[in-house]
């Protein structure tokens, strides 16, 4: 069975910085080529 998302839980890199106490958006990126564990996106909304 596919994996359900519920479309309101989804949050993307500006929020996931804010949550983990980050100052810019663009170090999750660098997280997550860093740390091998660091969730991957569900889904890609494009650039911005």
Do not use: C, F, W
Not at 16 to 27: C, D, E, F, P
Not at 43 to 48: C, I, R
């Amino acid at each position: 069975m596919p994996r359900r998302v519920v479309l309101e839980d989804l949050i993307d890199a500006h929020d996931v910085a804010k949550i983990i106490g980050l100052v810019h958006r663009n170090t999750v990126s660098q997280y997550q080529r860093r740390y091998p564990d660091m969730p991957r996106p569900v889904l890609n909304l494009g650039p911005g």
